[in-house]
């Protein structure tokens, strides 16, 4: 298996734009996770689904990000607009029944 | 509800000695803990778990924890580092809910190990 796949690696964008990311989890598994990683809060989930349905989205931070799962082998999270304080790696995660999360590589994003 | 503390925000040895990276928890119950490692601008990697069973619990490249019910702790141990093993280290501890939360881990801070030559 290829592992959870997230793209894009690194984005760049200026302050009020749009962003997606994308992540794909491992084929079987029906948990999957967004986090948030940054120097000074350190990892923080964000939001997870079950069965592609939200469980506990308590960690998003505003209204401003919104995450969806259309089908059990997709999943985004947006922001709009976005701003400087949103820079931080941005990590999906899927679970196996066990409950042993695999994560992504990361997206790497930068607000200007 | 769950939690776990890193106390060290870094820890420092060289290559052939013992590591240990510490990690205590909070949690009402049973608790089920983990261990992910991180290597710079890589996601995090499964070391480790405990969920009952022996206190000693082995896992990937040599590593082993034990858990110590008395005292809180879950420690991360390899018995001789390697250069290799620099990276960010985490403890984490699972939800204790509904099945369909057992991936919700509470992770603590991470403790950056350095292992020089």
């Known amino acids: 298996d290829a592992g959870v796949i997230q793209s894009p690696r690194h984005e760049v964008t200026e302050m009020g734009q749009e962003v997606t990311l994308r992540c794909k989890p491992i084929?079987?598994?029906?948990?999957l996770f967004w986090y948030r990683q940054t120097m000074m809060r350190g990892l923080e989930l964000l939001i997870y689904f079950n069965n592609n349905v939200p469980i506990d989205d308590s960690g998003m931070p505003e209204d401003r990000f919104s995450a969806k799962m259309p089908n059990a082998s997709f999943s985004t999270l947006k922001i709009q607009p976005s701003e400087p304080r949103d820079s931080a790696v941005y990590f999906c995660a899927s679970s196996d029944p066990t409950g042993e999360l695999f994560f992504g590589e990361g997206s790497r994003l930068t607000v200007l | 509800a769950q939690s776990v503390a890193q106390p060290e925000d870094q820890v420092n040895v060289a290559e052939g000695n013992p590591l240990t990276v510490k990690c205590t928890y909070s949690v009402s119950g049973n608790p089920y803990l983990f261990w992910y490692v991180q290597y710079p601008n890589r996601g995090l990697q499964f070391l480790l778990k405990?969920?009952?069973?022996?206190?000693l619990v082995k896992g990937s490249y040599g590593f082993e924890a034990e858990f110590n019910k008395s005292q809180t702790s879950f420690h991360l141990k390899k018995p001789s580092a390697l250069v290799s093993d620099s990276a960010l280290y985490f403890c984490?501890?699972?939800?204790?809910?509904?099945?369909?939360?057992?991936?919700?881990?509470?992770f603590g801070a991470g403790t950056q190990v350095v292992v020089t030559p």
């Open positions: 405990y969920i009952t069973g022996d206190n």
């Open positions: 984490a501890v699972r939800d204790m809910g509904p099945p369909d939360s057992w991936g919700k881990l509470q």
């Open positions: 084929s079987g598994h029906n948990s």
